[in-house]
């Protein structure tokens, strides 16, 4: 052979590295494959950060959702059709946010949202639901009030009745009983929550739907514009009464092709879409199918979003800790 064709060991050593090389990068890419092709075929949703400041687009399988910075995190949603939430969820791991701030357990669910309770079970936040009920439309006027300030209200008022409530004893037969905790003092520690949210949609405020035409109503007008929900959280820590609360806000974007027919087709699956504010059931598969994209996150859509929840109870911590010193 001519001597630039001849395999000296130099180009023997090489071809070999070559091959190697190909090989490897040929095991990587099935490798990646795998992993896009598993993502994309499961309901597992990732955020990931930028650091340009702007918002933050995931790559969701549908529909297409912009996550706003403060909101990274990777979640999963695996909500069936019909939904449903025990009222109490309290044989939880250890490994939960309120242990892990060391506060007690479990959480007093001032709420008979079964979306909150869903939400909290994702979070694994062991909880027990004790509502007290008020008369929500006696306060605030819808026709003035701020969304933030109005939910922000509300969901105060709950909590100051709530509190009271569960002070004077008549929450005595509604709360966990001394099985669910082995020491007894824990038993005088609680740390109580309390929300509320309204949907709002060409400069007004919407609430849960008094009717069946009224949620069609609803659900109608999305087609044209975007609606945002505006929800709050209030944490209280008893017997201290230390509070702490926040807002978070969400805007869902539907396609054209949604209309008055989903509510009875959600009606007919047993959806309570009566219950949620503006007659929104996002989580619910014959919903996402119309939305186009939601700023934002879906937990907070839903009524309690998760990021709120863990800054809360942090911020709790931090004022518990500082009253001890």
Not at 113 to 119: A, G, P
Not at 194 to 223: C, M, R, W
Not at 315 to 324: F, H, I, N, S
Request: proline share 6%.
């Amino acid at each position: 052979r001519p001597p630039h064709t001849r395999n000296t060991p130099s180009s023997t050593s090489t071809s070999a590295t070559c091959t190697m090389m190909k090989h490897r990068i040929g095991c990587i890419s099935t490798f990646y494959v795998l992993v896009y092709t598993s993502l994309s075929t499961t309901p597992r949703h990732c955020a990931f950060v930028s650091s340009g400041g702007l918002p933050l687009v995931s790559a969701f399988n549908s529909p297409s959702v912009i996550q706003q910075p403060h909101h990274f995190r990777a979640f999963t949603s695996s909500t069936p059709t019909k939904m449903t939430a025990d009222d109490n969820a309290i044989g939880i791991t250890k490994n939960n946010p309120l242990s892990q701030n060391g506060l007690p357990s479990p959480l007093l669910l001032g709420s008979a949202s079964f979306t909150r309770k869903l939400i909290l079970s994702e979070m694994n936040i062991p909880y027990h639901k004790v509502v007290r009920p008020i008369d929500e439309k006696s306060l605030g006027d819808r026709t003035k009030d701020a969304p933030h300030d109005l939910v922000l209200m509300l969901a105060l008022a709950k909590m100051d009745h709530l509190v009271n409530e569960i002070r004077i004893g008549n929450c005595v037969d509604d709360m966990p009983t001394l099985s669910t905790n082995n020491d007894a003092e824990v038993n005088d520690e609680w740390i109580v929550l309390t929300g509320d949210q309204v949907v709002t949609h060409a400069g007004n405020i919407l609430e849960k739907p008094e009717s069946i035409e009224q949620a069609k109503q609803f659900v109608q007008g999305y087609a044209s514009e975007p609606c945002s929900t505006v929800g709050s959280c209030v944490l209280t820590h008893l017997p201290s009464g230390i509070q702490v609360s926040g807002v978070d806000t969400a805007t869902i974007h539907f396609k054209s092709t949604i209309d008055g027919e989903l509510v009875d087709r959600l009606l007919e699956e047993d959806a309570p879409i009566l219950s949620c504010a503006g007659g929104l059931m996002i989580e619910h598969p014959l919903v996402k199918e119309h939305i186009d994209r939601i700023e934002g996150t879906e937990d907070s859509v839903m009524g309690l979003s998760k990021y709120l929840v863990e800054r809360l109870l942090g911020e709790l911590k931090e004022k518990l800790d500082e009253e001890a010193t």
